[in-house]
């Protein structure tokens, strides 16, 4: 049966009513914007090469992407509150696929790195997912729907790594050469993106009652509480310490994986890549189970129990890196790997299961500084990568016992302080 209320279970093989249905387009969107966002990141040894970068310099243009995305979803959380989400999502996929096509214009280190800073705002497309996410479904259901769209969404960050690569093999097949293929293999993403936003322009809408242009909003929407008023809770921005050391150590992780397998265990590059993108593919359903765990405890438990599961992973996380930090055979890293990989990836959607509960008035403001957070611990992280006098190895250890700190400190958070309960018919009301 159709409702206009926000949805109380999550059946992920139903496409009926628009809950549903922008659900499925919301995550597969994410999943597109990681083929724009990441794309040139596999093709870096054909981009190296014909702009003669130096190791800084990548390194640099690496940082820029992941800087970028930290302002940008502070912006796209308040137009998701303002604008609405699905005219936000589809003018981010608009603005965002034109340097996506037009990167293969860079000549040069100097506007190579422009152009990876403008593709960085595509990052904010999490916020957007996640804002969606939280009004299409019930209370008690949000971290679960959470969870899942942001975890799938994210394998789009594995799958690029083995796409993008392959569609410049199929290029240079056609007779073109290496710096050809890869300026025009970027084309593809873009028109990827654009598609996307026609899709979601077409087919979602704001809230389950209809568009914010056709509905009158309550409080919980957020329009009532400005940005500062918002931030002004410490649990905003514990949650977004926390995400920097999940989906922060995600990112980083992501880009220094292949290397680190080829360096320290002389693995084929093939090989390096395919237990790279193990850590990327355990988003299939860790970040959900995340979300769902979180959810239950929520239920029996309340926020403190959320809070208190939240933290207990990331000290399980921060013990993970430092055995795959100390890890001397292949066999003890992977297994250490993929230990720690759950935790960040379950501590993921943890924090995304609480998020909208802090201020059911600002989710958008809320989930824009969370996820800007995870992005400027990324950004940290990639510093201690290309630092000359710091090993990988060291700096996993570093980064092991901040992530096991942060942890201890959010078991000191009360996440309950204030207990909001969001009936479903209060969250929007037709006109």
């Not at 993106?193 to 704001?206: E, K, P, S």
Request: aromatic share 12%; net charge positive; with cysteine.
């Amino acid at each position: 049966m159709q409702t206009n209320k926000p949805l109380d279970s999550l059946n992920i093989f139903s496409f009926n009513g628009v809950q549903m249905r922008t659900f499925h387009i919301t995550w597969l969107t994410f999943f597109v914007c990681f083929f724009g966002w990441f794309g040139l990141a596999p093709l870096m040894p054909a981009i190296r090469a014909d702009l003669g970068l130096t190791k800084p310099e990548v390194g640099n243009t690496i940082i820029a992407a992941v800087s970028a995305t930290i302002l940008a979803r502070l912006v796209i959380g308040r137009l998701c509150d303002t604008w609405g989400p699905r005219k936000t999502y589809t003018a981010l996929l608009v603005l965002g696929s034109l340097p996506v096509m037009f990167v293969g214009l860079a000549h040069d280190y100097t506007t190579f790195l422009l152009f990876r800073l403008a593709i960085g705002i595509i990052g904010a497309s999490f916020v957007i997912t996640q804002f969606h996410t939280s009004i299409m479904f019930a209370p008690k259901i949000k971290g679960t729907a959470n969870a899942v769209a942001g975890g799938w969404g994210n394998l789009g960050g594995g799958i690029t790594q083995l796409a993008m690569p392959l569609i410049m093999a199929t290029i240079v097949g056609f007779g073109y050469t290496k710096p050809e293929a890869w300026r025009l293999a970027m084309i593809f993403p873009g028109v990827l993106m654009l598609i996307m936003a026609f899709v979601y322009y077409r087919f979602t809408q704001d809230t389950p009652a209809g568009n914010y242009s056709s509905v009158e909003r309550s409080v919980s929407t957020g329009e009532k509480v400005s940005f500062w008023t918002a931030c002004s809770d410490i649990r905003v921005w514990a949650l977004a310490l926390a995400y920097a050391c999940c989906f922060g150590m995600e990112i980083t992780f992501d880009g220094v994986a292949a290397l680190y397998f080829f360096d320290n265990f002389k693995l084929a590059e093939t090989e390096a890549g395919f237990w790279a993108m193990l850590f990327g593919g355990m988003n299939i359903f860790a970040r959900a189970l995340g979300g769902i765990v979180a959810d239950k405890v929520g239920n029996r438990y309340g926020m403190r129990g959320k809070g208190i599961l939240l933290a207990g992973m990331l000290v399980l996380e921060g013990a993970g890196i430092l055995l795959f930090a100390q890890a001397g055979s292949l066999p003890m890293a992977i297994i250490s790997m993929i230990t720690f990989a759950l935790f960040l990836k379950m501590s993921n959607g943890s924090t995304y299961a609480i998020v909208p509960f802090v201020n059911p008035k600002a989710v958008g403001v809320i989930s824009g500084v969370v996820g800007a957070g995870g992005n400027l611990g990324g950004m940290l992280m990639a510093f201690l990568f290309k630092s000359q006098s710091i090993s990988y190895g060291q700096a996993f250890m570093y980064i092991g016992a901040i992530v096991i700190a942060v942890g201890a400190l959010l078991f000191l958070v009360n996440f309950s302080k204030v207990v909001v309960v969001e009936p479903a018919e209060a969250e929007l009301q037709t006109a």
